[in-house]
């Protein structure tokens, strides 16, 4: 679960990075930030888990049980934030998206998402008139048609494909992949809660009978030794 929630993390933050590095607001990047440190964490607590159930060591199972139920809180917390804001997720996208057209450090991210993805502008071309020029109208940037020089003939040219389409299906889709995975992940602990719980009780019988045992065992030896 740990190494499947990490990859999940690694995966979401490399591909597509383009559209994430123009967004103003790093929610996106800080939920594939905290998938990965949730993954890393979840493989600790595993290992502790593990060795307490080999060891039969209630001490560490106790640990485990809370580590567990501390992580499945934090993930609910989260899932019913997300749940709330969802709704929000494409005017956040198309609004931040326009401004960052208007600023020049997201020029080169801007070119390099055109490029890559054959649009232009969030919603078409024209978000690019007297933006990127202010001094001619109609000029674009040259990774809105695919050579040098292009911009200057204007729309003629340009990509008629909108980023924003593009932007909004992709990262739509992996923040219900983000949601997906939490939501296994949640019933998963649900059940290691259970089983851990379940395990710490039997250990407790079992000692408890093994003390009986060599106490009933001690008393046998007593009564023979006075015979």
């Known amino acids: ?12 933050k490399v591909s597509r990075s383009d559209f994430v590095e123009i967004l103003q607001s790093k929610e996106f990047e800080t939920s ?5 440190s949730a993954g890393i964490i979840v493989i600790v ?5 593990f060795i307490g159930a080999w060891m039969n060591n209630q001490c560490m199972l106790g640990l485990y049980f809370i580590f567990v139920i501390v992580i499945f809180a934090m993930e609910l917390a989260a899932g019913i934030i997300a749940f709330i804001y969802r709704k929000d997720i494409e005017v956040v ?14 020029r080169s991210a801007w070119d390099k998402l055109q490029e890559k ?17 202010i001094h001619n109208y109609n000029t674009l940037p040259d990774s809105c048609c695919g050579y040098t020089g292009c911009g200057q003939s204007g729309g003629v040219v340009a990509y008629r ?3 924003y389409e593009d932007a909004k299906e992709w990262i739509i889709d992996n923040f219900y992949l983000i949601g997906a995975a939490g939501v296994a992940i949640g019933v998963l602990q649900l059940l290691l809660v259970i089983v851990s719980l379940a395990l710490i009780c039997f250990i407790r019988k079992e000692k408890s009978y093994k003390d009986y045992r060599r106490r009933s065992a001690g008393n046998f030896g007593s009564g023979i030794q006075k015979l």
């Open 1 to 12: 679960m740990g190494i499947a929630a990490m990859c999940i993390g690694i995966y979401l």
């Open 32 to 36: 594939s930030a905290l998938l990965i």
């Open 45 to 49: 607590v595993a290992l502790v888990g």
């Open 93 to 106: 996208i198309r609004r931040e998206l326009l401004e960052g057209v208007k600023k020049d450090e997201t």
């Open 117 to 133: 993805y054959l649009c232009c502008g969030v919603n078409n071309y024209t978000d690019w008139y007297g933006v990127y020029d």
């Open 161 to 163: 494909i909108s980023c």
